[in-house]
């Protein structure tokens, strides 16, 4: 067993790490606070704010290497195997806390995937400099081999980052886009209900025996209106309104493909004056 004696090695080791523990902490905690006052966000606004945490984030990245007895006491001349009680898993610890930095900041934090670029490289190249220039307590090969698995991990969670943020967009362009037919298909529509009542005040009343026809209670939904006023179009008039009807359909996606059904002439559930009403399978 190693007896640890508290020399001035050690103190010197100790003290260094302790004022890049205090800078670490006064960072992390400046960025909550500041991050939730709204004018703070405001004055520097979406772009200028992510800019912020970027670099806090990088600021971290720094620090947290800083955080290793092994590296600070050769850093700072000190014999590293006084300082370290187990030097052979201080790179261990500090891959641990450079992964955890990299998937919290790209799971919890809303920012754009190239803003993370900058934390992404200091991961990388951080532990690569402190383990190549500082010298690492491990062999070269297994070195190399951290190396590679925590780039391996950066580079996976911004490749997730990046198509998560490429969902998102299309998600966004998709709704923008079927708000935007829907806004022009009820100004088409409306338009064809204004012509249609401007038609309808031109022509002669209906006889009795058509005005005593009992007529359904108002329409309030939209989709109701689409059907409403075709009692006195011509046949080419029904079938515009219906293909306008059809396109709506599709963009609000109530409208179901034909080719999604398969009908089954055999088992017929009704037949009137408008039609045939037989029994289908939807997708199979």
Known sequence: VRTFYPDSTTVAATTARNIFTIALGTIALSCAILSKLRRFRSLLGPAGFERYVATQLFLVIVL?????PWYVARLFGLDAEVVCT????????????LDCIVTASH????????????????????????????????YF??????FVMITALTMAASLG????????????????????LRVEMEFRLSKSESEHHERRT?????????????????????TGLLFE?????????????????AK??????????????????????????????MAASYHG
């Not at 187990?86 to 806390?97: C, R, T």
């Not at 934390?119 to 220039?133: I, P, Q």
């Not at 090969?141 to 951290?146: I, Q, R, T």
């Not at 011509?234 to 219906?242: A, F, G, M």
């Open 107 to 138: 799971i919890a934090i809303p920012m754009r995937w190239f803003s993370l670029l900058p934390m992404e490289l200091a991961v990388c190249m951080g532990y690569g400099l402190f383990a190549s220039v500082i010298g690492s307590r491990m």
């Open 64 to 68: 947290i290497c800083f955080q290793s």
């Open 86 to 97: 187990n030097p052979a898993i201080e790179d261990l610890y500090l891959l641990l806390s």
């Open 161 to 180: 980052k990046r198509r998560s943020e490429l969902q998102e967009r299309a998600s966004f362009v998709r709704e923008v886009r079927e708000k935007s």
């Open 229 to 245: 006023g075709m009692d006195g179009l011509n046949d080419q008039e029904i079938r515009v309104r219906l293909l306008e009807i």
């Open 141 to 146: 090969s297994s070195v190399l081999l951290n």
């Open 202 to 222: 031109t022509t002669p009343k209906r006889d009795a025996d058509q005005m005593s026809c009992p007529t359904s209670a108002p329409t309030t939904n939209f």
């Open 248 to 277: 709506f359909g599709q963009s609000e996606h109530w409208l179901i493909a034909p080719e999604d059904l398969t009908a089954h002439p055999s088992r017929m559930l009704g037949s009137g004056g408008f039609g045939m009403v």
